[in-house]
């Protein structure tokens, strides 16, 4: 009778134990499904916005050559073609894509987490373009700004692109923005010691250290960045070495109110 009753517990177990990992095995066979299905989402996506990008200038592109060809031709666009003139032409269209975030006069929008573009140096803008577009910034999971504006970049299908956008921006004013950020200046003052090496006492920067202007940007641009930078969402790739080297300088700034100081500190800058 105890030998019964004992095979019957041992079946019974054996058949729950059966059970369970079946539905482990059905669990986690579903989850990977979702993963992998997520992932092939995601990637589509991404692609689909870049195609879509891509189609929306090159029509812009289309309609501006159509429109160059019937329309009198201005006073800086000589009738054999003015190189200078029609890199801009070009970069006129290609900006269509970024009016949307960083407005008509690049001057940038804050609900958007967009930045101010009018007034940054050429060299610089490049430089960051040409960082989104081959991976090195914006590729962090926890860069959510970055990640919005990679897809933009890889709209830039060679350097001709980006000379061309850039020197577009260039011709772009905007208001320097309202500061945002209160802090305390004499503290920021003496943080800001270590940032005079390369981004000057007046904070115009110095192409030859790849360092650009700070003066005119977005406080709370500057202060996400320099986060960004602290937490190694940006700066950490081996190939970003400008990057690192911004990195380095950013932990120096023990917290939030450091930041807050420095970043204080640099909006008297140039006023």
């Known amino acids: 009778m105890n030998n019964s009753t004992e095979n019957n517990n041992v079946s019974i177990y054996s058949y729950i134990s059966a059970s369970i990992l079946l539905i482990n095995i059905i669990f986690f066979t579903g989850l990977i499904i979702f993963l992998m ?12 916005i870049k195609e879509s990008l891509e189609k929306q200038s090159a029509s812009i592109i289309q309609k501006n050559e159509h429109s160059d060809t019937t329309t009198p031709v201005s006073s800086n666009h ?18 269509a894509t970024c009016l949307a975030c960083h407005g008509q006069n690049a001057e940038g929008n804050k609900i958007l987490n967009s930045p101010i573009l009018s007034g940054q140096q ?21 860069d959510i ?24 921006i260039t011709t772009l004013t905007a208001n320097k923005p309202e500061p ?24 115009k920067g110095n192409k030859s250290l790849n360092s650009p202007s700070i003066t005119g940007l977005n406080d709370w641009y500057m202060a996400t960045q320099l986060k960004n930078f ?24 023990q917290d939030d109110e450091a930041i807050n ?11």
Not at 43 to 48: A, D, E, F, M, P
Request: aromatic fraction near 6%; charge should be positive.
């Open 122 to 142: 050429d060299w610089y803008l490049k430089a960051q373009l040409v960082k989104f577009r081959d991976g090195l910034r914006g590729v962090d999971k926890n």
């Open 78 to 95: 000589n009738a054999s073609g003015n190189p200078e003139s029609e890199l801009l032409t070009k970069g006129k269209a290609l900006y």
């Open 230 to 253: 602290k937490n190694g969402i940006r700066g950490s790739d081996p190939k970003d070495v400008t990057g690192a080297q911004m990195r380095a300088m950013a932990l120096t700034l």
């Open 37 to 48: 299905s997520h992932a092939v989402s995601n990637y589509l996506g991404i692609s689909s």
């Open 180 to 203: 945002t950020i209160q802090g305390d200046i004499k503290k920021g003052e003496q943080s800001y010691a270590i940032c005079i090496t390369c981004h000057g006492a007046d904070g």
């Open 145 to 168: 700004q970055g990640a919005m504006m990679r897809p933009m970049a890889l709209v830039l299908k060679d350097e001709n692109d980006i000379d061309a956008v850039v020197a577009y």
């Open 261 to 271: 100081n420095v970043i204080s500190y640099i909006n008297q800058l140039g006023k």
